[in-house]
């Protein structure tokens, strides 16, 4: 239980640390600049659903693989939500095509790079609480 409880804190975690660098790029115009129409408003509607669900994604980490290397473990486990993000909630949920591509060329770039930080974070968080 208190390894289910690590990883899924850990996972919410990284998933406001992801959002916040979604929010940071967006308000510095980065996302703006590569023509990724991706722009949200900071608020506790945004966050709420984001970290919880990050949270849900960090069981992954109860999964063995690649024990013992944290960053490598991250970016693995991070190409699930990716992947979801790109090819269920962009097309089905969200309407903005497969890939999300009807917000922009690079959008596809700027999933994997923010759920990449979601990963990084989320596993150097469960190894420092352990």
């Known amino acids: 239980m208190r390894t289910s409880l690590i990883v899924f804190a850990a996972g ?3 998933a406001l640390a992801n959002s916040l660098t ?3 790029c ?3 115009g980065l996302t703006q600049a590569a023509g990724v129409a991706i722009a949200p408003q900071l608020s506790p509607g945004w966050l709420y659903p984001r970290i919880v669900w990050g949270g849900l994604w960090g069981l992954l980490f109860l999964l063995p693989l690649l024990p013992g290397n944290a960053i490598r473990r991250g970016l693995l ?3 699930l939500p990716t992947l979801v993000q790109l090819f269920v ?3 089905y949920k969200a309407h903005k095509g497969m890939a999300g591509l009807e917000l922009g060329l690079l959008t596809p ?4 790079a923010f759920n990449a930080v979601w990963g990084v974070v ?3 968080t ?3 609480a352990r």
Do not use: H, N
């Open 12 to 14: 919410c975690l990284g």
């Open 22 to 24: 979604v929010w940071i």
């Open 26 to 28: 967006s308000e510095f």
């Open 77 to 79: 486990f991070s190409l």
């Open 89 to 91: 909630v962009f097309p």
């Open 109 to 112: 770039l700027f999933v994997i």
């Open 122 to 124: 989320t596993a150097w």
């Open 126 to 128: 469960i190894r420092a």
